[in-house]
């Protein structure tokens, strides 16, 4: 998928849990799972402020559209 999911990143810089995160954003572990492993196929903007206002971070810090013919990054 073109679109890779940084939350892993901004998780080590936070030094946070995945489990501190999703009950701080207010969804299931396993739905922040879905999202942070790349398999959603949506994500709710309610959803993504949620995780910039308590990562203090930007969307695009989150999310960043990566080429398909580019493989290895």
Not at 2 to 29: F, H
């Amino acid at each position: 998928m073109p679109i890779a999911v940084d939350i892993d990143v901004m998780l080590a810089r936070r030094k946070m849990s995945v489990g501190e995160l999703a009950d701080r954003v207010g969804i299931t572990p396993a739905n922040l799972a879905v999202l942070k492993n790349g398999r959603a196929k949506a994500v709710r903007f309610a959803t993504l402020a949620a995780l910039c206002e308590v990562l203090k971070c930007q969307p695009g810090d989150l999310l960043r559209w990566e080429d398909e013919d580019t493989p290895g990054e």
